[in-house]
């Protein structure tokens, strides 16, 4: 097993008494900004390119509201802009100001989740967990859960644990499973809680799956893994 040190091995602990989440930061939004620009040429009307296709990432999450997001958007599309950085920049504050009269951070959430679920084709395991699977081995995810407080994130991803062992107890599409994976930056920075969930921790991800599955994440990721012994073992209720 991996061994890390941590500020504190207990997430509960490490968490009690902080503000509540009160949505994405504005460096958040840009940096998802940034992933979307960098993906559209330099000439031509890259403002109104670049408007355009936020607005197609957001449909799906935004629904209706994404007509209002729109409006918010089009007095930005006749500006100049000096460089790349001044265009997020007044976006981000476009889209910041956006949020914050439309949603609140509870509901941001719940549309992240609900976007993950549709997108991935991940199966829900309860409002936070989800998981996938392809041949032997199942990936579960774990979806933000900043508004929940940390007792309560816990107490979910046990509750997690617990429907998926009985999915795979009873569903003859995960008979085969031999192994069960999570794969994020709280492994990497809560590793022995995972431990204590069951888990061997394999530490730090490759160049090559960081580059093809966490792109845009700064911090460590770390992976860890249970076999399919052990965590019906510990979390299959007779």
């Not at 403002?47 to 930005?76: A, H, M, R, S």
């Not at 989800?130 to 859960?145: F, K, W």
């Not at 569903?171 to 431990?195: G, Y």
């Not at 069951?198 to 093809?212: F, L, N, Q, V």
């Amino acid at each position: 097993m991996m061994d890390k040190k941590c500020k504190s091995p207990n997430p509960v602990e490490e968490q009690e008494g902080k503000k509540p989440w009160a949505g994405p930061t504005p460096e958040e939004i840009s940096r998802g900004l940034a992933k979307i620009l960098s993906q559209i040429p330099k000439e031509g009307d890259r403002t109104g390119v670049f408007i355009g296709e936020l607005l197609k990432n957001t449909e799906n999450i935004l629904g209706d509201k994404n007509k209002i997001l729109n409006d918010y958007l089009d007095k930005l599309k006749n500006q100049t802009f000096e460089n790349d950085e001044a265009l997020i920049t007044a976006t981000s504050e476009v889209v910041s100001a956006f949020m914050k009269e439309h949603f609140s951070p509870k509901d941001i959430e719940l549309r992240a989740r609900q976007h993950f679920i549709e997108k991935s084709n991940f199966i829900p395991l309860n409002e936070i967990l989800s998981y996938g699977y392809d041949q032997n081995v199942i990936h579960l995810h774990l979806a933000p859960a900043r508004t929940e407080i940390p007792k309560r994130r816990l107490e979910l991803v046990l509750n997690g644990f617990e429907n998926l062992a009985k999915a795979m107890e009873n569903d003859p599409a995960l008979k085969d499973i031999k192994e069960i994976t999570m794969t994020s930056w709280i492994v990497a920075k809560w590793p022995e809680v995972f431990e204590a969930f069951g888990c061997t921790i394999d530490g730090p991800i490759s160049d090559e799956d960081r580059e093809r599955h966490f792109k845009n994440d700064k911090g460590e990721i770390w992976k860890a893994h249970i076999d399919r012994a052990d965590f019906l073992a510990r979390y299959l209720k007779k």
